[in-house]
């Protein structure tokens, strides 16, 4: 099926640091979503991104997150700069349409926050 | 919260044993997606049912939702080892743009 592919998988970084996880969405998709999992717990919604623009996030998204997709490239979530409770594993999915469509999801990037 | 009454957190039984999993949610929905997530991976949506569909049926699995009482259920029937995993539901509502909220989740565990 579709693949999501994210880079990297794991990294770790010291606190206060900035950090980049990046996405590569099914080609052909428009929408894209970043979700937040800490171990042991269930997923959580970010944001969302269509059309060059950030169409909703959730609490989760403080002020030091930043998402976007230049030029059609890798989809982006920015975090400047880090703190120890943004360590978690960060999903990324895409979908063809907006509600109620098929999310396919990437294996996660691992952020450790020393 | 969207999720009313917690999921069950694990679950163990034998393999070829039948399973239900039951969530339910508090804001009204159109569609409810079913995940699996082993270990290690993103999830991957195993069933989504729609408020037309009542009950949808895909191999061995099968999901139910009943929009009245907001609870969707997901079974499989005769449970095989390599469907041990993590099961997610998650809701969808129109208005949210695709925006997933997902429930608790079960970990269920298949024994040979």
């Known amino acids: 099926g579709p693949k999501v592919l994210q880079i990297p998988s794991h990294q770790i970084i010291d606190m206060g640091q900035m950090v980049t996880l990046n996405c590569d969405p099914v080609?052909?998709?428009?929408?894209f979503y970043w979700y937040k999992q800490i171990l042991g717990q269930q997923m959580e919604f970010l944001v969302n991104f269509y059309n060059g623009k950030v169409m909703e996030k959730s609490k989760l998204f403080k002020d030091q997150f930043s998402v976007e997709r230049p030029d059609g490239s890798y989809f982006t979530l920015k975090i400047q700069p880090t703190a120890l409770e943004d360590s978690a594993v960060y999903f990324c999915a895409s979908s063809l349409g907006g509600a109620r469509d098929t999310q396919y999801f990437g294996p996660g990037t691992r952020l450790l926050v020393l | 919260s969207q999720w009313g009454e917690e999921n069950l957190q694990a679950l163990s039984i034998q393999e070829g044993e039948d399973v239900t999993m039951n969530c339910s949610y508090k804001?009204?929905?159109?569609?409810v997606h079913w995940y699996r997530q082993d270990s290690g991976r993103g999830p991957a949506l195993i069933i989504l049912i729609r408020s037309n569909e009542r009950e949808k049926r895909s191999g061995r699995l099968r999901a139910t939702l009943d929009t009245s009482s907001q609870s969707s259920s997901l079974s499989i029937t005769a449970a095989q080892c390599e469907d041990t995993a993590v099961y997610f539901c998650a809701t969808d509502v129109d208005y949210n743009q695709g925006k997933l909220i997902f429930g608790q989740g079960t970990k269920l565990s298949i024994k040979p």
């Open positions: 080609s052909n998709h428009l929408y």
């Open positions: 804001t009204y929905t159109t569609v």
